[in-house]
């Protein structure tokens, strides 16, 4: 791994892992579901194509990010505004 | 410009699963996870657009309770508020506040730091009381905007859309006033890690209940808490005579 993209790599690693502790299945299958994809990955040496993989990270950051916002509101919206 | 100032409670997360302690005298809160009340964040993230939109000069988080109420204060630094005040209320004492309470502290906070907008959620998840926003606009003799699902800077003051009954209701108000953010204020921005990072270099003041002049002598007496009743289960009916008998007894029919 070059070392431009190291730093990349390791801030999206630790980003998704502060995410995973909301995650609703709970926070060690995310932990290792997100290592295993890491570790997966860990052989990549074309710079292109790690650049791909962070490029989808932070895609997949803001994926996490709108799941939980949108099951926050709607777990308030079910608790205090349906009354039908 | 002016100044803003955020209530913002430590709660039960909304995702935890409540139990209710065996001897009736409150919910299990040991080594639960808590976080800020959902409409609190709605509140810190609408006081935070304005001071985006230049409409505010300075955001100051508020929070009473034990020392893990910082936790919440650090989550409102990270979602951009510019300082934090945290007033503690610990043990006992903290188990009997009540939202008059809370309201008499910030109603004192609004006027020591000079703020001209006071915005809270309109209730937190845990007691349901809804009350807080109503009694500091009443200790302080200002306008209210409760329920706001929009806020628009007019010339002299605020004008408010409201969610009530039905419907929605306008409303203007002169500065300084309170509002109370209802769920369809705005949607809030996720705390990110750097951002709380960042969070921890933002002042925090600390100050307690007696400092501010608030007696916090209980007003009610918890009598018990119980979990809600479970519901029935339901029967299946072999046809549809039985059905329509059952209901007749049931006077749905």
């Not at chain 1, 997100?34 to 990270?57: C, Q, T, W, Y």
């Not at chain 2, 009340?37 to 230049?54: L, Q």
């Not at chain 2, 009610?220 to 519901?231: A, C, E, H, L, Y």
């Amino acid at each position: 791994m070059s070392q431009t993209h190291r730093k990349a790599v390791l801030n999206l690693y630790k980003t998704l892992l502060f995410l995973g502790r909301d995650w609703p299945q709970g926070y060690d299958l995310f932990r290792k579901r997100l290592n295993k994809v890491f570790v997966r990955n860990s052989e990549e040496s074309d710079p292109n194509k790690i650049a791909l993989m962070v490029k989808h990270g932070q895609f997949v950051i803001k994926e996490i990010e709108a799941l939980y916002k949108l099951k926050k509101y709607r777990a308030m919206k079910r608790r205090y505004y349906d009354d039908n | 410009m002016s100044r803003v100032l955020v209530g913002v409670k430590r709660v039960i997360d909304y995702a935890v699963k409540i139990r209710v302690k065996p001897d009736k005298t409150g919910v299990v809160t040991d080594g639960v996870k808590h976080s800020m009340n959902p409409f609190d964040e709605i509140a810190v993230e609408e006081a935070v657009r304005m001071k985006e939109k230049k409409l505010a000069s300075e955001v100051i988080a508020v929070s009473c309770g034990p020392a893990q109420a910082q936790e919440t204060l650090r989550t409102a630094l990270a979602m951009g508020a510019d300082r934090a005040i945290h007033v503690e209320v610990a043990g006992a004492e903290y188990e009997t506040m009540q939202p008059l309470h809370v309201a008499k502290i910030l109603a004192k906070l609004s006027q020591d730091e000079k703020a001209d907008i006071v915005i809270v959620g309109k209730q937190a998840i845990d007691d349901d009381s809804n009350q807080t926003a109503q009694m500091i606009a009443a200790l302080l003799d200002w306008p209210q905007g409760t329920f706001a699902s929009k806020v628009e800077k007019s010339d002299a003051g605020l004008t408010i859309t409201r969610e009530i009954d039905g419907g929605l209701e306008v409303i203007k108000t002169k500065l300084p006033a309170v509002i109370s953010a209802d769920l369809r204020l705005n949607e809030p921005r996720y705390a990110t890690l750097p951002n709380i990072m960042k969070a921890k270099k933002k002042p925090m003041k600390k100050v307690s209940a007696k400092d501010l002049g608030v007696d916090l002598s209980p007003r009610i007496k918890v009598v018990s808490v119980v979990d809600p009743p479970v519901r029935q289960a339901g029967s299946v009916v072999p046809d549809v005579d039985t059905l329509v008998a059952k209901l007749k007894e049931g006077g749905h029919v």
